[in-house]
């Protein structure tokens, strides 16, 4: 995104070592939807959304980086929400970056959930996701880069009535367009039962396109309750400017009469400067299992939508 502003900073919370000051960089963006079909939502179809990014940082003495960052959207304003996203990044050279997620973290598993291209998004969208292991406030996320390979890991240490939650992932890029990823983990802040993660999937890219293919398993502890998520996708960048997708995925629940989530997307999208405009067409059959799965009694989805974003 192109920068907006500059405020310019005479110190920077030094309080501990020497930090070179910087400016406060403001970033953001504004988008128009419009969203019809029969997913169950009702009222008028279109809306906006809009963000606004404050990140700044400096350089300690000893070479480490510190990196601050706040989001401001439609959604803050409501009690304890006055920031959404909020991180301290420090950065610890080839020892990696360790970030802290004071609110709206997402775990490795949440981050992994379907890495399968897409023009716009998943062929999931507007019905049940697959499983998005431990995401919350007050969580550690490291990430570090060796060569051919991106280690990944997220930590959220105890709180009430859950113990500590950990997931770990990894990427692999040794072959030449080819990427190979998978995480695994437990979550133990899923109302008191705990739910064991794994993901496997991987990337081949020829031209253009780009095919990608992802399973994904969790395991809990409460009754009833394991998934198993399949998704497969391709997408092609026509032009630099113009990019298309078409993806199918599976999600199969453990919960007696319900029926596998079956879902079909196609998505393109259009970027011209600062300005893209995207779309999506997504079918889904038995949506959250089916209505015998007492998840969701609208069990056919069909989804139409358009989005026409800025970024500054």
């Known amino acids: 995104m192109n920068k907006m502003k500059k405020i310019g900073l005479t110190a920077l919370a030094a309080s ?6 910087q400016a406060v960089d403001i970033s953001g963006g504004s988008s128009l939807t419009y969203a019809a079909g029969n997913d169950g939502t009702n009222g008028n179809p279109w809306s906006m959304n809009d963000s606004l990014t404050f990140s700044w940082g400096g350089e300690l003495d000893n070479g480490f980086t510190v990196d601050m960052s706040f989001l401001l959207d439609n959604s803050d304003g409501a009690g304890a929400n006055i920031f959404d996203n909020r991180t301290l990044a420090i950065g ?11 609110r709206s973290g997402s775990g490795v598993v949440g981050s992994f959930d379907d890495r399968t291209p897409n023009a716009y998004e998943e062929s999931w969208t507007s019905g049940d996701s697959p499983n998005q292991g431990h995401s919350s ?4 996320y490291y990430t570090n880069s060796m060569d051919a390979a991106t280690l990944h890991a ?3 240490p105890q709180g009430s009535g859950a113990s500590a939650s950990s997931e770990f992932g990894v990427v692999i890029t040794a072959v030449d367009n080819l990427e190979l990823y998978g995480a695994a983990g437990t979550d133990n802040g899923n109302g008191g039962a705990a739910v064991d993660n794994t993901i496997m999937g991987a990337k081949y890219t020829i031209g253009g396109a780009t095919v990608g293919l992802q399973q994904n398993k969790a395991d809990s502890e409460a009754t009833n309750s394991d998934e198993e998520f399949t998704a497969w996708s391709i997408s092609y960048a026509v032009s630099e400017d113009l990019s298309v997708s078409y993806g199918r995925s599976t999600l199969d629940f453990e919960t007696n009469g319900t029926s596998d989530q079956e879902a079909t997307g196609i998505s393109a999208s259009y ?6 405009l995207a779309a999506t067409v997504n079918s889904i059959d038995n949506q959250g299992g089916g209505a015998t799965g007492a998840k969701n ?5 069909d989804t139409y939508e358009v989005n026409l974003s800025f970024a500054f």
């Open 16 to 21: 501990l070592v020497s930090v070179s000051a």
């Open 92 to 102: 610890m050279g080839d020892a990696g970056t360790l970030t802290f997620w004071g």
């Open 137 to 140: 406030a007050n969580m550690f």
């Open 154 to 156: 997220s930590y959220t």
């Open 271 to 276: 970027t011209m400067g600062s300005m893209t």
């Open 297 to 301: 009694t609208d069990t056919n989805s």
